[in-house]
Structures are given as structure tokens and as C-alpha cells.
């Protein structure tokens, strides 16, 4: 029985302590250099081999000179120095929000050839920059903005003016970081844990690391909790295999791809890819049919995760409020583990009639331990227990793939942002304001621990009195949707459990 609970402990801690550890921990900050080793370098050409003069990738230069830019819902600043974007800013839910570190790093996205002060001019949703480099490379980038869409385009022009031919080497790509600015005040900690690098190819989604990585994505990118920036091709066209460029500055990514044309004079050669920059929103991903909601990180059960998803978006269509699809969801769940919740409490009840004879053998056999394994494993047997009694956990294992789903499903759905469920919780995102959803929480476990500890002895009790206690200080700053849940969960648990003791008890009485 002692081992029974124990393990229980170990396995609902132990769960819950590896996610914070795994998805929240905090990243060492690195330094990435300009040019990792074993960057490719422009590949030779004869004209280059003979002395022509090459154009290759310029160290980061620092001087910001900003234009800011209103296309629909998008608000731009971008420098001129390099053509990058200083700061990206989008309406979402009638405020401004930031999807760029505050913090100053030393490149930024979309720059190129940040030697060159650009001029910067709008045509419609367009922003056309213009500039030319000293060797005779005339250089044309023109940003397409969607006013309301989140998928933009990116092209860029070069064109060789000099009498000699030109290599022209430079980088398209994004970052460091994208994140939403409200989080930076709420839980940087978590703002920073969520931070990756990521590349989607033959069906799989691939976390890249620093350094460079060859290969065919279908889109590659980088993201945040709730944000994501990612590049693929433009329609129509297939995915090119590529050399891609990561970096990590403090704890934010950048992602670049590699791009080297030689241009004879008079030549003018041009690039260009769409890229998505916008919330991670499961169903609008998916609606694009280009795999970028795959960045969605439902966990390690994600199948699951996202039946789980679904189900909470057809239950706020019915309820028209999340915080009450997630009661619904776990009244739905609570439903469907009822028969292993009913095969526990059996087997507790089973275990329960045994005790007085469990400390009889114990008694009689304190100084012969194998006889004592002996005689427990024949009253075990007796009473139909077999794996020594251990058998009770295995529904509660049954039951983690989905619960474990259920808790990631919760921490990274982005529709739970902002959005209210009563009285004090505004946003089902962030923790409780005032803790009051924690500190029922912990009670009601703790009610639902009194319950099943009759049996045991003050040693066992003691270590099962620590679980609300625990749970209580871990939830504090869990989002508000996710402690309803666990709310929900104990408080249904509680009344199946009186239920069925109050069932037992009759049983007995009839006997």
C-alpha cells in the first residue's frame, strides 16, 4: 500500500517538475560570431579567380537610422542602414503588440548589405528600398506588405552596373527572436524558454541549432510562445534545398538563408520568398495549408493533443467562453476515464480489506524478509491482487498520455490569450491576479487526498499531505486555464470518489 502511494507521488511530480524543467528552464546566453566556422563562403567564379571585383556579406554595422511605415494592421520601423526591420508592431485585439525583443542586437531581420544606407519609399502596401554599393552593385528590395493578412513577400534585385563581373553574397531571414512585447513584463522566464529555431521538411518539424544547416524545408523560421516567423517560397514555386545560418544571440535565434549570384555587366538577377509573421493561432495555421501549424507544440502526446484542441474550440463555439469549454472538456474526460477511476478505487478497497492481515504477516515475520514476500504475495493472490498490489497504478498510467496532452494543449493554445472566463480571470493566458483559483485547487486535493487516506499509516500520510501543498506553490503562476482545469479535475474526482464510497458502504451493510 506504502509503495502504491509512493509511486503515485513520484509519477504525478516527477511529470509535472520534468515539464517545467524541459519547456521552461531558462537558456544560456551565447554569443553566436558574425561568421560561424564553417560558413560557406561565395563560391569562385572565373571572373572573381581572375581579380574582378566580389561582393561578399558585410560585418553587422550598428547605425540605425529609422522610418517608420502604417500598412493596414502592420506598423513598421525599419532602418535604413541594412534595409532590417528595428521593430515590427501588429493590432491584435484593438492594442499594438511588438513581435520584436525590445533589446538592441547586433543584426535584425530581413537586413541586407547593412553597409548600405538605403532609400526607403511606399508604393501602395509595397516598401521599395534602393541603394547601391561602391563597387557598382545597384541593389533593389522591395517588402510586400498584406494589410490584413499575415503572409508578406520579400524580393530582392541586384543588378551589376560595373564594368567587371560581380559576386553579390547576402542573407535573407529573421531575427533575433519574435515574440509578443506583453509577455516581456508577465514571465520572461517563460517568454525566454519558448524561443527556438525550427524548419519543417518531409512531414517532420526539426529544432536547429546554432551553426549551419544544409538541406529542403518546406518553410524554416523562427518562433516563440505564441508567435511565429517563417519563411518558405513563393506560390508556385518548389522548395529549394538551401543553406540556412543560425545564430543565438542571449536566448533568441536568428535564422538566415544563404544567397550567392554572379552577375555579368548589364545582368540583373532577383530573389524572393513569402514569409508568415503572425500568432500561432492552430486553426489558422492549418487553414493556410503550408504545415506551419506543426510549430504548435501540443507536447510529447500531440495526436491527442490536438483531438483535445479541436474538442475545446467546438465546446467555446457552444459555451461562447473558453473558461467554461475547459469545464466542459474536463466533465468529457472525467466521463471517458471513469472506468479506470472505478477499477483504482476496487482495487483500493481490496487493498484496504487486506491491511489487518498485511500487519498480521508483517508481525509474525519481521525478522524473515523472504518468508514475508512469500506469505505477501500468496495473500495478494488470494484476493485476486497480482503484481504485488502495484496493479492499482496501472490506470492512472493509462490515463497520463492524455492528461499530460491535455496540460501542454492548455499552456500553448494561443486562442486562450486575453480571453476572459468571470469576475476577476481576464485572461485565461496568464496566472490568477489574486490566486484564489491555486489556493481551491489545493484544497480540493487535499480534501480528495482525506479521503483516500483512512488506511494508512501517520509515515504514509504525511508524505500524501505534501501533494496539495506541492501542487498549490507549482500552480501559482500557471495560467488561469490550466489550474481551472486541475480545479475542475479534483473537485469532479471528489465527487466520483463519495459516490462510490458511499456505494461500498451500503454494499456492507447488505452483507
Known amino acids: 500500500m506504502k509503495k502504491n502511494y509512493v509511486l503515485a507521488f513520484i509519477l504525478s511530480f516527477g511529470v509535472l517538475m520534468s515539464w517545467q524543467y524541459f519547456m521552461g528552464r531558462r537558456h544560456t546566453p551565447t554569443l553566436a560570431p558574425d561568421t560561424p566556422a564553417g560558413w560557406p563562403a561565395a563560391p569562385a567564379t572565373p571572373a572573381a579567380a581572375s581579380g574582378s571585383a ?6 553587422a554595422v550598428r547605425h540605425t537610422r529609422s522610418v517608420v511605415f502604417d500598412i493596414g494592421a502592420n506598423r513598421i520601423s525599419i532602418n535604413r542602414f541594412g534595409g532590417g526591420v528595428s521593430q515590427w508592431e501588429i493590432q491584435d485585439r484593438g492594442r499594438w503588440l511588438t513581435l520584436l525583443p525590445e533589446k538592441e542586437f547586433s543584426s535584425q531581420p530581413l537586413s541586407t548589405f547593412s553597409d548600405v544606407e538605403f532609400d526607403v519609399r511606399q508604393d501602395g ?15 533593389v528590395k522591395t517588402l510586400t506588405i498584406s494589410p490584413e493578412k499575415p503572409i508578406h513577400q520579400i524580393s530582392v534585385t541586384i543588378t551589376n552596373t560595373a564594368a567587371a563581373p560581380l559576386t553579390a553574397t547576402y542573407e535573407l531571414g529573421w531575427g533575433p527572436g519574435v515574440e509578443g512585447g506583453d509577455e516581456t513584463g508577465k514571465d520572461g522566464r517563460e517568454a525566454k524558454g519558448f524561443q527556438r529555431a525550427v524548419g519543417y521538411g518531409n512531414g517532420k518539424l526539426k529544432k536547429l541549432k546554432a551553426g549551419v544547416e544544409s538541406g529542403t524545408y518546406d518553410w524554416w523560421g523562427v518562433d516563440g510562445h505564441y508567435f511565429l516567423a517563417a519563411f518558405f517560397s513563393n506560390p508556385g514555386a518548389v522548395p529549394a534545398a538551401g543553406t540556412l545560418r543560425i545564430d543565438k544571440e542571449d536566448h533568441y535565434f536568428s535564422v538566415r538563408r544563404a544567397v550567392s549570384v554572379t552577375a555579368n555587366p548589364g545582368e540583373t538577377h532577383e530573389t524572393g520568398m513569402s514569409f508568415y ?3 500561432k493561432g492552430y486553426e489558422d495555421l492549418k487553414a493556410l495549408g503550408l504545415g506551419l501549424e506543426r510549430a504548435v507544440d501540443f507536447g510529447y502526446f500531440a495526436p491527442f493533443g490536438r483531438v483535445i484542441h479541436r474538442a475545446l474550440f467546438l465546446f467555446e463555439k457552444g459555451t461562447g467562453n473558453y473558461g467554461w469549454a475547459i ?3 474536463t466533465f468529457i474526460i472525467q466521463i471517458l476515464v471513469l472506468p479506470l477511476t472505478i477499477k483504482s478505487f476496487q482495487h483500493a478497497q481490496k487493498m ?4 489487518p492481515q ?3 504477516l508483517q508481525e509474525l ?4 524478509s523472504r518468508r514475508l514476500n512469500s506469505e505477501m504475495l500468496a495473500l495478494y493472490q488470494r484476493h485476486g491482487l497480482r503484481f504485488m498490489g502495484m496493479e492499482g497504478c496501472v490506470p492512472m498510467l493509462i490515463q497520463l498520455p492524455v492528461f499530460w496532452a491535455l496540460f501542454s494543449t492548455l499552456r500553448n493554445t494561443f486562442e486562450l490569450r486575453y480571453a476572459p472566463w468571470m469576475g476577476w480571470v481576464k485572461d485565461l493566458s496568464v496566472h ?21 487516506m483512512s488506511s494508512m499509516d501517520p509515515s504514509q500520510k504525511q508524505i500524501m499531505y505534501l501533494m496539495p501543498i506541492i501542487f498549490t506553490f507549482f500552480f501559482l503562476k500557471m495560467p488561469s486555464g490550466l489550474v481551472i482545469y486541475w480545479l475542475t479535475n479534483s473537485l469532479l474526482t471528489i465527487g466520483v470518489q463519495w459516490y462510490l464510497m458511499r456505494r461500498a458502504a451500503a454494499i456492507e451493510v447488505v452483507k
Not at 484496504?352 to 491491511?355: C, S
Not at 490568477?432 to 483516500?452: E, H, N, R, S
Request: aromatic content about 8%; charged content about 15%; proline content about 7%.
Open 365 to 368: 515475520y519481521k525478522n524473515d
Open 352 to 355: 484496504k480489506n487486506i491491511q
Open 432 to 452: 490568477d491576479p489574486f490566486y484564489v483559483l491555486p489556493v481551491l485547487m489545493g484544497a480540493g486535493m487535499f480534501v480528495q487526498q482525506k479521503m483516500t
Open 327 to 329: 469545464i466542459v472538456l
Open 54 to 59: 566580389v561582393s561578399t556579406p558585410e560585418p
Open 125 to 139: 502596401n509595397a516598401l521599395i528600398f534602393s541603394g547601391k554599393k561602391s563597387n557598382g552593385l545597384s541593389i
Open 277 to 279: 509573421l503572425g500568432s
Open 358 to 360: 498485511m500487519k498480521r
